[in-house]
């Protein structure tokens, strides 16, 4: 089964987004820690954030949500330190950084599995095929697809509501890539936000609902949404419908909606030595706490890779 991580991903490179060596910062930098990107890593960020200002009083970190798109804007400006993303950087967007001179190490922190839920008084569906969630949410269905019963006939003649991210959302991006076969690539007529938790809501107080986000937030809300198991067609991907689980999600089974997420660090912010200790505190405690928020643990493998690689950034002469 191909993994959805890629060779880039696991190599750990440092993006060349700028020619030359990273220069510190002068000692009038402020001392807080910025971090803003994707609202499905925000839970990873969160909580790595709480333990470590509870392990260093004086530090002050703040996680912002304004979207993979909308943080990877305010890390190529400089304004951040760190961003989160729910996708890998686009060309585009290190060609940003590039112009801006911003070098970056890119860290995979954790899986997550896409969760497609409904309503749990939502009677007739336990799963959908991904031509149906294409049929569902391509561009040719705005205005066209709107009832339960044009995706399979069985099912009742009610109108479908849609709750999905909005479209800076490294979760959106992924979603129409993975199901359409192309990034951003949409109908326009749902309810979005890039916010999960606004989505959450709407599809728990909304019968005729169907949404998508992270699997974290289906967990922490179990009890208002219910699952939707997922069949990608293809013989490798086991016997039917498959829902995300840590098992289905880290051996790929889970396809096409497994992924990996990670945290991107500008390389010349770690000339401050508390952005450093933050770092070294999410490669550390990273582990424990993405399964405490869940999501599901990279590979001890690719957790060394990413100390390695900081390690290596930090010290070049080693």
Request: hydrophobic share 40%.
């Given at each position: 089964m191909k993994r959805v991580l890629s060779a880039l991903v696991i190599s750990l490179s440092i993006a060349a987004?700028?020619?030359?060596?990273?220069q510190p910062e002068s000692s009038s930098?402020?001392?807080?820690?910025?971090?803003?990107?994707?609202?499905?890593?925000?839970?990873?960020?969160?909580a790595v954030a709480e333990e470590f200002q509870r392990a260093n009083p004086s530090a002050r970190v703040t996680v912002g949500t304004s979207g993979t798109g909308g943080g990877f804007q305010k890390f190529c400006r400089g304004e951040t330190d760190l961003a989160n993303a729910s996708r890998p950087i686009k060309?585009?967007?290190?060609?940003?950084?590039?112009?801006?001179?911003?070098?970056?190490?890119?860290?995979?922190v954790a899986y997550d599995g896409l969760s497609v839920v409904v309503h749990p008084r939502n009677t007739w569906v336990t799963s959908m095929t991904t031509a149906e969630l294409k049929?569902?949410?391509q561009p040719e269905a705005q205005g066209a697809v709107m009832k339960w019963s044009q995706i399979r006939p069985e099912w009742p003649d009610r109108e479908i509501h849609l709750y999905g991210p909005g479209t800076d959302s490294g979760t959106f991006d992924y979603f129409t890539e993975a199901?359409?076969?192309?990034?951003?690539?949409?109908?326009?007529?749902?309810?979005a936000s890039e916010d999960d938790n606004v989505l959450v809501q709407g599809v728990s107080g909304d019968e005729g609902a169907l949404g998508y986000f992270g699997f974290a937030y289906y967990e922490e809300n179990r009890d208002k949404l219910k699952l939707v198991a997922i069949d990608d067609g293809k013989a490798d991907n086991g016997a039917g419908p498959i829902a995300p689980s840590s098992e289905t999600?880290?051996?790929?089974?889970?396809?096409?909606?497994s992924r990996p997420m990670f945290m991107y660090v500008n390389t010349a912010k770690l000339a401050r030595p508390e952005v450093t200790a933050f770092v070294q505190f999410l490669l550390a405690q990273g582990p424990t706490l993405v399964t405490d928020v869940g999501y599901f643990a990279i590979s001890d493998a690719e957790l060394q890779q990413a100390r390695d690689r900081v390690a290596q950034t930090l010290s070049p002469s080693r």
């Amino acid at each position: 089964m191909k993994r959805v991580l890629s060779a880039l991903v696991i190599s750990l490179s440092i993006a060349a987004c700028g020619g030359g060596a990273s220069q510190p910062e002068s000692s009038s930098a402020p001392t807080v820690i910025a971090i803003d990107g994707s609202s499905t890593v925000f839970p990873i960020a969160e909580a790595v954030a709480e333990e470590f200002q509870r392990a260093n009083p004086s530090a002050r970190v703040t996680v912002g949500t304004s979207g993979t798109g909308g943080g990877f804007q305010k890390f190529c400006r400089g304004e951040t330190d760190l961003a989160n993303a729910s996708r890998p950087i686009k060309a585009s967007e290190a060609d940003t950084c590039r112009a801006a001179g911003i070098q970056f190490i890119e860290i995979p922190v954790a899986y997550d599995g896409l969760s497609v839920v409904v309503h749990p008084r939502n009677t007739w569906v336990t799963s959908m095929t991904t031509a149906e969630l294409k049929r569902l949410w391509q561009p040719e269905a705005q205005g066209a697809v709107m009832k339960w019963s044009q995706i399979r006939p069985e099912w009742p003649d009610r109108e479908i509501h849609l709750y999905g991210p909005g479209t800076d959302s490294g979760t959106f991006d992924y979603f129409t890539e993975a199901v359409m076969g192309k990034a951003q690539a949409s109908r326009g007529d749902y309810t979005a936000s890039e916010d999960d938790n606004v989505l959450v809501q709407g599809v728990s107080g909304d019968e005729g609902a169907l949404g998508y986000f992270g699997f974290a937030y289906y967990e922490e809300n179990r009890d208002k949404l219910k699952l939707v198991a997922i069949d990608d067609g293809k013989a490798d991907n086991g016997a039917g419908p498959i829902a995300p689980s840590s098992e289905t999600v880290r051996n790929g089974t889970y396809a096409p909606l497994s992924r990996p997420m990670f945290m991107y660090v500008n390389t010349a912010k770690l000339a401050r030595p508390e952005v450093t200790a933050f770092v070294q505190f999410l490669l550390a405690q990273g582990p424990t706490l993405v399964t405490d928020v869940g999501y599901f643990a990279i590979s001890d493998a690719e957790l060394q890779q990413a100390r390695d690689r900081v390690a290596q950034t930090l010290s070049p002469s080693r």
